[in-house]
Structures are given as structure tokens and as C-alpha cells.
DNA sequence: TGCGAATGAGTGTATATGCACACAATAAAC
DNA sequence: GTTTATTGTGTGCATATACACTCATTCGCA
């Protein structure tokens, strides 16, 4: 099977969005297979570990950080909530909501780490340190493409 | 706002993963503002020009060339099927279903991909030319991580 | 202190993504 | 030629994503 970079007229030139919408699911799904016994994606897995270093943080603070649109956070969160992974209750500012992980979100994110770490370093490896080093650089100033 | 990997504790290293699909984000909502007057997503148009320059394709070659899951790629075909931009016929073997544009869909395409070209030379003057040539290779490197 | 502005959250709608499963039609084996 | 395996597609389900809009609460200011 071609790939559409070797069907396009020679005076266009493959869509950059594509190629990383492309990657995106790739390394999704490298990720997720490699999580697959605990249960978790690595979509859940990163907001598990998010809401774990920042204790009691708020969903529009929660979305910032992750660079995520808040009423996607928000649905996000709603099969962990359903799983008893986490709590939201509300702040003294009642408009706000705290998030935090309880024992059994804890402990499924500790579950699900090592198997995190294991695609971590598989991709590390099989990019090379260098390239790795390159890519994270270039990863973050896409992020910044927009405000 | 902290980002996250200001937070994380010195032992661990930020997922890959997660950075790969918060820029795949930035830089899809980067093109789809781009495309807005054409009514379509990135998303969209990149679906359309793949027909377009593959007359008469399979939904499974099409989603072996695009490298997405055939279901979503079926799924992803309703809107554009609903607005005539495309159509789905039965093959010869009454298996398969081919996919072509109608020539609203040709349109459609051609009148988005002028603002597709603006948001592509946008952002490799943002990249520059040598790194945007490393993320390209970058990127088809991680693709091929999963077979 | 009372009113308009700003903020935080939730919902409706629509698209994107992929797994598990089912079904029909063709191809392969015998 | 019939049976079996393979292939191409569609659907149910669940999650992911974000925009537009609404609502409640708090803040800032006169």
C-alpha cells in the first residue's frame, strides 16, 4: 500500500498536522497496549498522575497544566470518577471543584507506573537518547504554536 | 501556571506520549482555525484529498493508507457523505465499498486547501526549515513503532 | 452595599478514535 | 462442488476532544 507523501502531485507537500495526528495515535497506542493490564489508557493515566503530584487542584487550574481544554478534562474524568479512582468536591470558593486521587486511585496509578516505564524506556531506546533529546524539543515548541 | 514536568518528582521523566498528543492538539487546533471559513477540520480535509487523489478506493486500503483504524475511518466519512461531499458505492466484489468526491467535495477541497497552505507555510517559518525536515523524519520513525 | 464584570463549572452538540463482535461474500481446500 | 477460511464491512460501546452556551458565584468598584 502507498503512502498518500508518495501520491501527492509533486507540487504540494505532506500536511505536518497529518503526520503528527498520524504519530499521535501510533505512540497511543504503543502506550496503550503496554498499560493494558492495569486497566488504564495513558490519557487516564496522565491525568491520574497529574491530579497525584498536585493535590486538591482545580479543574480549570488541572486543564491548564495539562494544556487541555477544560469540558474535555471535565468528561475526562468521569469514568475515573465512576471507577472510584478519584474525588471532586467542592472549594471554599464554591464555584470551584478540588480534585484529588483516592487510596485506590493511588494505588492504580502505581500499578499502572511500571508498566508506564516499560514503553518509556522501549521508546527511548528505540528512538535513541539523541533523537529523544530532539524530538521532546521540538514536541514543546509545537505545544507553543498556540496560546 | 506550572507545567507538569516542573512538578514531577527528579526520579521520573516526563511521558513521551502525553507530550506527543498535547502538541498533535496544538497543532490541529493551529490548522483548524486556519480552515474555519472552509467549514471542514484538518481532519476532514486531510480524509477528502486522500480520496481525491486515490479515485475509486476501498475503505480498507484507504484506512491501510492513512494509517487509521477502519472503523474510524468509516465513521469519520458520515458527515462528509451527509454534506455530498463524497459517495459510497458498492464494488464488483459486493464486498467492498468505493469512495470517490462529488464535485461539491472537489470543491470543497480545493476552496480549503488554499487556507491549508497558508497554516503549512505558517508554521515551517514558525519550525524553520532544517527542523521542521527533523520533525518529519522524527515523526515517521514513531508511526513505525507500532506495525 | 449594590451592581456590573469576571471567573469557574457544567451541558448540548458534534466529531475523532479504536476495540470487540457480527455478518455477508469471496477465496481456498478437499 | 461443498465445506472452511479469509476478507471487507458495519455496529455497539466506550473514551477523547473542543466549541458554544448557560448558570452560579465571586470580585471590583462606585
Redesign the interface.
Same mark, same amino acid.
Given at each position: 500500500?502507498?503512502?498518500?507523501n508518495q501520491?501527492?502531485?509533486k507540487d504540494s507537500?505532506?500536511?505536518?498536522?497529518?503526520?503528527?495526528?498520524?504519530?499521535?495515535?501510533? +505512540? !497511543?497506542?504503543?502506550?496503550d497496549?503496554a498499560l493494558k493490564p492495569s486497566g488504564l489508557t /495513558?490519557?487516564q493515566m496522565?491525568l491520574l498522575?497529574?491530579i497525584k +503530584? !498536585?493535590e486538591m487542584i482545580t479543574i480549570s487550574?488541572l486543564a491548564?497544566?495539562?494544556? /487541555?481544554d477544560r469540558t474535555t478534562l471535565n468528561r475526562n474524568m468521569k469514568p475515573l470518577d465512576d471507577a472510584g479512582l478519584l474525588v471532586i468536591r467542592s472549594g471554599e470558593d464554591s464555584r470551584t471543584r478540588q480534585i484529588s486521587l483516592t487510596d485506590e486511585g493511588k494505588v492504580a496509578v502505581d500499578n499502572a507506573w511500571k508498566m508506564?516505564g516499560e514503553?518509556?524506556s522501549s521508546?527511548?531506546e528505540?528512538?535513541g537518547k539523541e533523537?529523544?533529546g530532539?524530538?521532546?524539543q521540538?514536541?514543546?515548541?509545537?505545544?507553543?504554536?498556540?496560546p
Open positions: 500500500m502507498k503512502n498518500i501520491v501527492y502531485p507537500s505532506p500536511c505536518n498536522c497529518m503526520n503528527i495526528r498520524r504519530a499521535s495515535r501510533a +505512540v !497511543t497506542q504503543f502506550y497496549e /495513558i490519557s496522565g498522575r497529574h +503530584v !498536585t487550574d491548564k497544566m495539562m494544556r /487541555i508506564w514503553a518509556q521508546l527511548k528505540y528512538l533523537d529523544l530532539k524530538l521532546t521540538l514536541l514543546a515548541k509545537l505545544e507553543a504554536i498556540i
